[in-house]
Each structure stands twice: as C-alpha cells, then as structure tokens.
C-alpha cells in the first residue's frame, strides 16, 4: 500500500463514519447496528489473522491491552451509536475533533507527558468555545439534543483515555491482533447491551441504506480504516497525521449536508472553525511562538 494511497483511507474512513453511524441505526437499533458492525469486522479479522499467521495472544498482558482498546471499541462507539439518534453527523465529527485536546491533558495525567504549555490551553479554550457555539445552534441540537451532545462527549473521553491506556502500556502487539482481540471482548457487551437499551424492532423493518452502513462501517471503519492509520502514523510525521483531525470535520459536515440534508447553520460553520483553530494552535501554536521569539533574539 502505498502512503499517499493509506492517508487518502484514512481521511475518507473518518470523514464518512459519522453519516455511516447515522443511517446504519435509521432503521437499525443503535447498539444492534454497533453490534452486527462489531460482530463482522471481527470475524473477517480473524479470518485474516490466521490467513496471515498473525499471533492473536490471550496472556495476561495482551487481555489487558485488549480490555484498554475496549473503551474505544465498546465505550466510545456505544454512546456514539446512543448520540446519533439525536444529533447529526457533522457534530459527531466536530466533537470527535477534541480527542487530541482530550488525550494531551489525559497523557500529562497518565504518562507523564509534558505539561501544558500556554499555547495549548489557548487552544482548548478557543475549542469549547467553539463547541459551545455550535451547541446554541437550534437546527442542530434540538429536542433530545442534548442527551446526543452529553453522549458523544462521553464517547471521545473514552475513546481518548482508550488511546492514551493502549499507549502507556509497554505490550508490543500487531494492530490487527488488538483489533480483533478488543473486537472478541467487545461482543458480550454489546449483546447484553442489546437487551438493555435497544427497543424490539422487526427484522422486516430493516432498512437497505442502515444494512450496507453497517457492512461499510464493518469492513472499513473497523478494519481497513483501522490498519491504514497505522500505515501512516508508522510512515508519516505526527504533524502530518495531525491534519487528518483538521479535515474530516469539514468533509463530514459537508457529507452530512448533501447526503442527510442536514441544515448547515452559521453557528455550526463559525464553532467548528473555533474547534478547526484550536487543533491548529494545539499542534503547531508552540513551534510558530519559538520560531517568533528566536527571530526576535535573531533581530536583537
């Protein structure tokens, strides 16, 4: 595969995910949708692995880097899934954009990582007040809206703290091991979940556009998109992935838009600038201020 090819995958996954959520639980209950989504992507990864002999280990270490991507695999995408009933795709994108923000602060709690500089709280501050702007916007939350805004909120903690889990832990396993070994976990979840949340709805009902969501989401979103970002976070500068968190928001609203006729407001153009500004200033803010200030000392 080559880079430029794996990057194209990744920002046509990411961007297209959120609508694929949305019409997989239109005719589909949600966590039935998340469930036959998991449930595919699992079985055609473990096909894959033993056709490739990739080693899928059960010891102690690996169960627990497989129940850490569990939050992201069942926690995330849960409340995501429980979100999409009530708020549109290009939100759900919008939000997600926070997850660097969210894992930075996580990763200084958890791993130690550097402190926040000023730079990066201005970035965070410039993002929610972005997401607070869009949240005012009526088209865009409304009746239950803000149970989905609460959800998907929910859903990109979980899904950053699953991040920054995985990566403190010091287990070397091949990504589509711990893909599909979270997958496998996930599973039980999901149909107890089943049982808990989802309203009795007739196979019959099923809708054509919510099936072939749920087999796309299944083979791409799960697994393809998946192995390609690795492809290229292994291949590429971590500047240069950074932009796929600046463009698919963009992509989804606009997808969103076209293909959901969903109503793009102002204050959903201007706070997902805001948000779209403040993943700017989180991964390059720092490095622009000391090129500023070592000209300055140049100048002097």
């Known amino acids: 595969m080559s880079i430029p090819a794996a990057y194209a995958a990744v920002v046509i996954v990411w961007s297209t995910t959120p609508l694929g959520i949305v019409w997989s639980s239109e005719s589909v209950p949600p966590v039935m949708a998340a469930f036959l989504r998991m449930a595919i992507a699992a079985f055609i990864g473990f096909i894959i692995i033993k056709w490739r002999r990739i080693p899928l280990p059960w010891n102690k270490q690996a169960v627990h880097v497989y129940s850490c991507s ?16 009530s708020i549109p795709s290009g939100l759900i994108s919008v939000v997600y954009g926070f997850s660097p923000l969210i ?28 997401l607070v702007i869009v949240c005012m916007n009526d088209l865009a939350v409304k009746g239950n809206g803000w149970s989905g805004i609460v959800f998907i909120l929910m859903a990109v903690f979980l899904f950053s703290s699953s991040a ?29 979940s089943m049982l808990l949340l989802d309203s009795p709805v007739s196979v019959s009902e099923w ?26 976070l292994q291949n590429l ?32 153009v201007v706070g997902a600038s805001c948000v779209v500004l403040g993943l700017v200033i989180y991964h390059w803010g720092d490095l622009l201020l000391s090129r500023i200030t070592g000209g300055d000392r140049v100048i002097k």
């Open 70 to 85: 569990v939050l992201g695999v069942f926690g995330a995408m849960l409340c995501t899934y429980l979100a999409a009933r």
């Open 103 to 130: 894992s930075g602060l996580l990763a200084q709690r958890i791993l130690g990582d550097s402190t926040f500089t000023k730079m990066r709280w201005l970035a965070t501050f410039i993002a929610v007040i972005g």
């Open 164 to 192: 920054v889990l995985v990566k403190r832990s010091s287990v070397n396993l091949h990504p589509f091991a711990t893909t599909v070994g979270a997958l496998l976990l996930s599973l039980p979840l999901y149909a107890v």
């Open 207 to 232: 809708g054509i556009r919510s099936l072939m969501s749920i087999t796309y989401l299944a083979l791409f979103g799960s697994l393809i998109g998946f192995v390609s970002y690795f492809y290229v």
């Open 237 to 268: 500068s971590p500047s240069t992935v950074a932009l796929v968190t600046l463009i698919t928001p963009v992509f989804a609203i606009l997808l969103g838009a076209w293909f959901n006729n969903e109503v793009i407001g102002w204050p959903l």
